[in-house]
């Protein structure tokens, strides 16, 4: 059974800082594409950022020069730094894996069950 967990969530003042780890663990054959995914209340879930297993990575306008995407593929952990904290930040942050079970069973989609960020002004 494959888990995502997510840590780091909490309350921050505006322009502060924190971050976010998620650490999957069980019977993992590799991970491809890792992402954070944040939900504001109301409003749909929205792609935050990405990384690929190479490293490459991509970011919503929104959080662009703010926000710094990271992962330790030896820990299985991808990490999510945020800087200059808006209270539009304010969400529920959800951690995403694309990975292989095995040699025949890829693309497999797993979410972490999210952590809260508020940012107050």
């Known amino acids: 059974q494959v888990q995502l967990v997510e840590s780091g969530g909490g309350l921050v003042q505006a322009g502060g800082s924190l971050r976010l780890s998620c650490a999957a663990s069980?019977?993992?054959?590799?991970?491809?594409?890792m992402a954070w995914y944040r939900q504001a209340p109301g409003k749909q879930r929205e792609l935050v950022a990405t990384i690929t297993s190479g490293g490459r990575t991509n970011y919503a306008d929104s959080v662009k020069g703010r926000f710094t995407i990271s992962r330790d593929n030896a820990k299985n952990t991808v990490y999510l730094q945020m800087n200059s904290l808006k209270p539009e930040d304010t969400a529920v942050y959800y951690c995403?894996?694309?990975?292989?079970?095995?040699?025949?069973?890829?693309?497999?989609?797993?979410w972490g069950q999210g952590t809260q960020v508020t940012v107050s002004s």
């Open positions: 069980g019977i993992i054959f590799s991970i491809n594409t």
């Open positions: 995403n894996a694309e990975l292989s079970l095995d040699w025949i069973v890829t693309g497999q989609n797993y």
